[in-house]
């Protein structure tokens, strides 16, 4: 009878490190797949970053190109202004 406790126990050991052994294989996987899913994130999170800087330099040099283009025009529009004024002296003169 004694030697039976020993094998039963033995037994329930074996199964006990087989069902062990199996949980930790999942455990890892779902570990791994945890920090998978943490690096992705991070990843996705700095493209994003990344994205919407970029988009404020495109932002930031079209306003200026705006602003420069609106500069342009208002000197040609005085340049008109001074080229008619001119041409109204030489008619008054004439």
Do not use: P
């Not at 039976?4 to 052994?21: N, R, S, T």
């Not at 899913?37 to 932002?59: A, H, P, T, V, Y």
């Amino acid at each position: 009878m004694e030697n039976g406790y020993v094998i039963l126990g033995i037994v329930a050991l074996l199964f006990a490190c087989m069902y062990g052994y199996a949980y930790a294989s999942v455990t890892l996987e779902k570990i791994k797949e945890k920090k998978l899913k943490k690096i992705e994130l991070k990843k996705e999170q700095l493209r994003l970053e990344e994205k919407s800087l970029k988009q404020n330099i495109r932002d930031e040099k079209m306003s200026q190109l705006n602003k420069r283009s609106e500069e342009i025009k208002l000197e040609l529009g005085k340049l008109e202004q001074k080229k008619q004024q001119g041409e109204v002296k030489k008619l008054k003169i004439s």
